[in-house]
C-alpha cells in the first residue's frame, strides 16, 4: 500500500515562492503518472501539475512559466516549485500517484498553502 507525505506549505506573501514535496513510500513500479492538485472550500479539486513518466509534463494555464514540476526517479519524491505566488493560487495541494494496471490512485493529506500580504 502506497503512502504520500506532502510538506513544504505555508504562508508567503504575493510574489513569493514555495516548494512543495511530495515523498512516498510503497513500490513505484505500476505509477505511470504523479502530480499536484490544488482544492479551495466549495470548488472541484483541480489539476496544477503533473508528470507522465518518463518525463512529460503538463501544467493548468494559470500556473504555466510560474510552476515547475520534477522529481527524484530514486527516490520517488515529486516536487512542485512555485514562483511569484498570487493570492488565486491559495488552497490545499495533494500530491497525487496514480497508477494504470490496476487503475489505483493515491493521495497524500494535503497542504496549506496560503498566499497573502
Known amino acids: 500500500q502506497m503512502q504520500l507525505m506532502e510538506s513544504g506549505g505555508g504562508l508567503v506573501q504575493p510574489g513569493g515562492s514555495l516548494r512543495l514535496s511530495c515523498v512516498a513510500s510503497g513500490s513505484l513500479f505500476r505509477i505511470n503518472a504523479m502530480g499536484w492538485y490544488r482544492q479551495t472550500p466549495g470548488k472541484e479539486r483541480e489539476l496544477v501539475a503533473r508528470?507522465?513518466?518518463?518525463?512529460?509534463?503538463d501544467y493548468v494555464d494559470s500556473v504555466k512559466g510560474r510552476f515547475t514540476i520534477s522529481r527524484d526517479g530514486a527516490s520517488g519524491t515529486v516536487y512542485l516549485q512555485m514562483n511569484s505566488l498570487k493570492p488565486e493560487d491559495t488552497a490545499v495541494y495533494y500530491c497525487?500517484?496514480?497508477?494504470?494496471?490496476?487503475?489505483?490512485?493515491?493521495w497524500g493529506q494535503g497542504t496549506q498553502v496560503t498566499v497573502s500580504s
Open positions: 508528470i507522465i513518466k518518463p518525463s512529460i509534463t
Open positions: 497525487n500517484f496514480h497508477s494504470g494496471v490496476p487503475t489505483v490512485d493515491y
